[in-house]
């Protein structure tokens, strides 16, 4: 399978037909920091031409929003695959969701089952994101469509925890397996006792409820550090890797990894 075959769909163009644009995807690690690893890798949305995540997005509208959903699903998959994620041990891959675009949780994971059978790429290893940012229009429709991804065998997460209309009234209506903290929590741990505290707080309640947390944004040595400190080892963040458009990249280590 080439790049060429992937940029055009990877499944003969249909991915992205009726979108009126194509599109790929970069790939940024989270990492765990005990090892120095990559735990998973993200993948976002990239323009063909260079476009951000935000130009492609500014393409979706009402009426493609759910073929576009469809379409990152498959094709996040295939690019994965295609770049040898598979045969990394234990990595997963995370795509972003849109949940106003899933009608019925059953029928829309078809794809993606399929996406990951058709390239060999294991279904467990799968780590589906929905951004606190969404305005979900029906709580109950959410919980369902997690439900439904869990019980197929997939991993379930809150982007962005902590930078939305909802906080912890979303974590109280459905428990995910993963919450990712947004970098305005993160941002400068190291000398706000004001965030530590805060995220502190949100660990404990990971821990009650047997979510694992992972911390977004993190661009400086001393915020892993704290964050460290605190007892999170799953990181992402400029710090450790930039986005790469059709690549996997290993973590840069700029300070010590926890002594296991």
Same mark, same amino acid.
């Given at each position: ?25 970069? &790939? ?68 972003? !969701? ?22 060999? &790429? ?31 065998? !997939? ?84 710090? !450790? ?13 700029? !300070? ?5």
């Amino acid at each position: 399978m080439t790049a060429e075959r992937i940029k055009g769909g990877g499944c003969g163009g249909l991915c992205t037909e009726g979108l009126g644009f194509d599109f790929t995807m970069a &790939f940024q690690p989270i990492v765990d920091v005990a090892s120095g690893r990559p735990w998973a890798h993200e993948a976002l949305v990239r323009g063909l031409d260079g476009q951000g995540a935000g130009w492609v997005l500014g393409q979706v509208t009402e009426a493609n929003r759910y073929a576009f959903d469809q379409a990152c699903r498959v094709k996040a998959i295939e690019l994965a695959a295609w770049l040898g994620m598979g045969q990394q041990a234990d990595t997963r891959l995370s795509i972003n !969701f849109l949940p106003n675009a899933v009608y019925q949780p059953e029928a829309c994971i078809r794809a993606t089952l399929a996406a990951a059978r058709r390239t060999g &790429f294991p279904p467990e290893r799968i780590i589906f994101e929905v951004t606190e940012n969404e305005r979900v229009v029906d709580g109950a429709h959410l919980k369902a469509i997690f439900t439904e991804y869990k019980r197929q065998g !997939f991993h379930t997460a809150i982007d962005d925890f902590g930078s939305g209309y909802s906080g912890l009234n979303l974590l109280a209506e459905f428990q995910p397996d993963i919450i990712k903290l947004d970098m305005e929590l993160t941002r400068a741990i190291d000398t706000d006792r004001a965030r530590r505290s805060i995220v502190g707080a949100i660990l404990t309640v990971c821990r009650d409820l047997g979510i694992t947390p992972v911390a977004e944004g993190i661009e400086t040595p001393g915020e892993a550090k704290a964050l460290r400190d605190l007892g999170i080892t799953l990181m992402q963040g400029y710090l !450790f890797a930039r986005p790469a458009v059709e690549r996997l990249v290993s973590p840069a280590m700029d !300070f010590e990894p926890a002594v296991a």
